[in-house]
């Protein structure tokens, strides 16, 4: 951790299976509360239609990645369909100063590295309503091939294993549910009074709720 970390803000970490809403979700929560702002990641995948360097992601190429993973300049880092993605020490503590919040949108494994290595973050893992609703999800996107879909379900089904990391873990089931859930979350603790909070939102809780779900399927 860094010496200025008496001054910092907490860093909210959201981890979900791709398909569950999770950029949606948290571009909401991040334009109703005023104190929290996203991280911006580096990425070696190319820029899409509308994405802005540094606003986005700051976009580089993969040897300069490598030299940043050598520089130790990342908090964590990791890579996801073929590209690599990480957050670096210099947006933690920039977002991070002054007292202001950090949402931290990544992928599962980047978590578990932040988990590690900040004690001072919340992690939150957004769940889906159900594994057939993600999948109506995806394949409602239309835009990946079935064996996609499988492998994005599989993958989906790995990260699940890890939510025992998390603090929290919140089910999109509704947006504006989702989003007030988080919301609510952030706030109390920002205010330092979690409450019954980590027991209405225990990952472990919803884990079982969610496997439940699959194994009365028939
Ligand atoms: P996309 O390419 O669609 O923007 O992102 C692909 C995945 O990478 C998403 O799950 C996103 O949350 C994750 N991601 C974005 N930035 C980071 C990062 O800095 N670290 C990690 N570990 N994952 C990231």
Redesign the pocket.
């Known amino acids: 951790m860094s010496a200025n970390s008496a001054k910092q803000g907490i860093p909210f970490v959201v981890a979900a299976p791709?398909g569950t809403g999770?950029t949606t979700v948290c571009r909401r929560v991040v334009e109703r509360d005023g104190r929290i702002s996203f991280s911006v990641?580096?990425?070696t995948?190319r820029k899409r239609n509308g994405e802005v360097e540094g606003r986005d992601y700051c976009f580089v190429d993969e040897p300069e990645f490598r030299r940043l993973v050598i520089e130790s300049a990342f908090l964590?880092?990791?890579e996801?369909?073929a590209?690599l993605?990480?957050?670096s020490w210099k947006a933690i503590d920039r977002g991070l100063a002054g007292g202001r919040e950090l949402l931290l949108?990544?992928?599962v494994?980047?978590a578990r590295q932040v988990r590690a290595r900040r004690s001072d973050a919340r992690l939150i893992f957004l769940l889906p309503p159900s594994m057939e609703e993600l999948e109506r999800r995806l394949q409602g996107r239309g835009t990946d091939s079935a064996e996609e879909i499988r492998r994005r379900l599989e993958v989906a089904n790995q990260e699940l294993e890890a939510i025992g990391d998390f603090d929290y873990s919140v089910t999109n089931d509704d947006l504006k549910g989702c989003v007030a859930n988080l919301l609510e979350i952030i706030r109390a603790e920002r205010e330092g009074s979690v409450g019954e909070l980590r027991e209405r939102f225990s990952p472990v809780a919803a884990a079982e709720k969610f496997r439940g779900s699959r194994a009365r399927k028939p």
């Open positions: 791709s999770k990641s580096h990425t995948r964590e880092w990791a996801y369909n590209h993605y990480g957050t949108e990544i992928e494994q980047g």
